[in-house]
């Protein structure tokens, strides 16, 4: 499976110590140049800017070679190249928490997963444990309603519940 990448999953990925997850999720990992030059950007988490100096060779940097449409243009310089990127290769799934990048991902027919998606899949496959990953999560800046996080939770305990799901 190939998933393009934007910034935002990568960066708490990346915060929370989970990012080595990706390869095991998904056969290739891409991120576009504009998503690599935003984790290089100084005001960046350093942990963050220590991993893209030298990505790991799970994770390519490609550049997109279409040019975006009006419709892009609203995006950030990540979103809209990780986008475009997606429908070239063409990616399985676009991973993104924006919200304007995921509306308009889906609007082009792309599959969309963010960050708490990613997490989940990683607990259904026994990478993760859950409850920890979302505790050191929630240290971040990162911000989903208190709602999701606790639905997430509960499907993960009763997963693990004897003679559960």
Not at 19 to 25: A, F, H
Not at 111 to 132: F, Q, S
Request: net charge negative.
């Amino acid at each position: 499976m190939l998933v393009v990448a934007d910034t935002t999953p990568i960066n708490y990925l990346i915060l929370i110590g989970q990012v080595e997850i990706l390869p095991s999720l998904f056969e290739r990992v891409v991120i576009p140049q504009a998503v690599a030059t935003e984790l290089q950007h100084p005001r960046a988490p350093a942990a963050v800017r220590a991993w893209i100096e030298t990505p790991p060779s799970w994770c390519a940097i490609r550049q997109s070679q279409r040019e975006p449409d009006a419709m892009l243009m609203q995006l950030g310089a990540g979103e809209r190249e990780a986008i475009l990127l997606a429908h070239e290769l063409p990616a399985d799934t676009f991973l993104t928490d924006d919200l304007e990048g995921r509306e308009e991902a889906i609007r082009r027919g792309l599959a969309v997963m963010g960050t708490l998606g990613i997490l989940d899949r990683a607990a259904l496959r026994e990478l993760i444990d859950l409850p920890a990953v979302i505790a050191r999560l929630q240290t971040t800046s990162f911000y989903a309603p208190p709602e999701i996080i606790a639905a997430m939770l509960v499907r993960d305990a009763d997963r693990k519940a004897p003679g559960g799901p």
